[in-house]
T-cell receptor
Framework: KQEVTQIPAALSVPEGENLVLNCSFT??????LQWFRQDPGKGLTSLLL?????REQTSGRLNASLDKSSGRSTLYIAASQPGDSATYLC??????????FGQGTRLTINP | EAGVTQFPSHSVIEKGQTVTLRCDPI?????LYWYRRVMGKEIKFLLH????????ESGMPNNRFLAERTGGTYSTLKVQPAELEDSGVYFC??????????????FGPGTRLLVL
C-alpha cells in the first residue's frame, strides 16, 4: 500500500529565501507525481506534474524533481514571496488512476 | 475555459439526512474522480469514472455512498443516510488521458460537508 509523507508539516521562512519542500513515497511503482498548492478554503491548484520517466520539471520559480529509486520528490521554490504562502501537497499517481496524497506542508513566507 | 465546478460549496445537514453533491468536469474530460478529506487526514481517493463507467470504486467507504455519471458528463455523489464521520471536504477532479501518458488531474474547489 502506497504511503506518501511530507516533511516538515509546517515551514516559516523570510521573504526572498530559496526553499525546498520534501515528499517521500513507499512504493516506487508510480506513473507520475503531482505537486499542488491549496489556499485556505480553496481547492487544489496543480503546480507541476512529473512523469515517471522524467527527473524534473520547471515552471517559473518552481522546480520539482523526482527520484523514483529512492522514493523522493522535492519542490524547490526560488526567491520566495508572501504570495507563495499556502499548503503544498504532493500526490503519487498509483494504479494508473488514483492519486495518493501526502498530508501537506503549510508554508508561510514572512515579509 | 471553465475549470471543474462543484455544487454546493457548503452543506450542513443532520445525521440521517441525505445529501447530493454535484461535479461538472472540464468540458471534454472523460475521466472524473472523487476524493475526500476528513478532518486532520490526507485527501483520499473515492472513485474514478471513465465517461459513464465506474473504473475503480475501491475508495468508497460503504454502501451509503452512491456515485453516478449519467451520460458521461456531470457526476453526483449521494450520501444516504449521512453519518457524523462523513463530514469533510469532497473534491472532484477531471483529466483527459492520452494513450499511455497520464495527464494532470484538475481539481474543483470542493464541497464542505458538515453532518451534525
Amino acid at each position: 500500500k502506497q504511503e506518501v509523507t511530507q516533511i516538515p508539516a509546517a515551514l516559516s521562512v523570510p521573504e526572498g529565501e530559496n526553499l525546498v519542500l520534501n515528499c517521500s513515497f513507499t512504493d516506487s511503482a508510480i506513473y507520475n507525481l503531482q505537486w499542488f498548492r491549496q489556499d485556505p478554503g480553496k481547492g487544489l491548484t496543480s503546480l507541476l506534474l512529473i512523469q515517471s520517466s522524467q527527473r524534473e520539471q520547471t515552471s517559473g520559480r518552481l522546480n520539482a524533481s523526482l527520484d523514483k529509486s529512492s522514493g523522493r520528490s522535492t519542490l524547490y521554490i526560488a526567491a520566495s514571496q508572501p504570495g507563495d504562502s499556502a499548503t503544498y501537497l504532493c500526490a503519487a499517481r498509483q494504479g494508473a488512476q488514483k492519486l495518493v496524497f501526502g498530508q501537506g506542508t503549510r508554508l508561510t513566507i514572512n515579509p | 475555459e471553465a475549470g471543474v465546478t462543484q455544487f454546493p460549496s457548503h452543506s450542513v445537514i443532520e445525521k440521517g439526512q441525505t445529501v447530493t453533491l454535484r461535479c461538472d468536469p472540464i468540458s471534454g474530460h472523460d475521466n472524473l474522480y472523487w476524493y475526500r478529506r476528513v478532518m486532520g487526514k490526507e485527501i483520499k481517493f473515492l472513485l474514478h469514472f471513465v465517461k459513464e463507467s465506474k473504473q475503480d470504486e475501491s475508495g468508497m467507504p460503504n454502501n451509503r455512498f452512491l456515485a453516478e455519471r449519467t451520460g458521461g458528463t456531470y457526476s453526483t455523489l449521494k450520501v444516504q443516510p449521512a453519518e457524523l464521520e462523513d463530514s469533510g471536504v469532497y473534491f472532484c477532479a477531471s483529466s483527459q488521458e492520452s494513450g499511455l501518458v497520464f495527464e494532470t488531474q484538475y481539481f474543483g474547489p470542493g464541497t464542505r460537508l458538515l453532518v451534525l
